[in-house]
């Protein structure tokens, strides 16, 4: 599963279906639950104040991931679950 890797290499010009799907994954798994939402908001937030932010490290930190490993196993999981839609 390397979606995150492919969410991140999208660009307006290449975008695909298949990107885009899993873009709107990604963003209903943000907003699935209150304290991940926040949280994502908070990335968000810092993210505007720094120019280095790669979101390779940056998102699973500010999400409480140890690692991208472990937020794609997570997303992955949402994505196969009754509660995404």
């Known amino acids: ?17 298949e990107a885009c799907g899993y873009m709107y994954a990604l963003m209903s798994f943000f907003a699935s639950d209150s304290a991940r939402a926040e949280k994502f908001a908070g990335a968000l937030l810092k993210a505007r104040e720094r ?6 490290g940056f998102l699973a930190e500010s999400l409480g991931f140890p ?7 997570a997303w992955h999981k949402y994505m196969l679950s009754p509660a995404f839609r």
């Open 1 to 17: 599963p390397g979606q995150l890797k492919t969410v991140f290499a999208a660009e307006t010009a290449n975008l695909t279906p």
């Open 67 to 73: 690692n991208m490993a472990a937020l794609q196993d």
């Open 51 to 56: 120019e280095d932010v790669r979101p390779d």
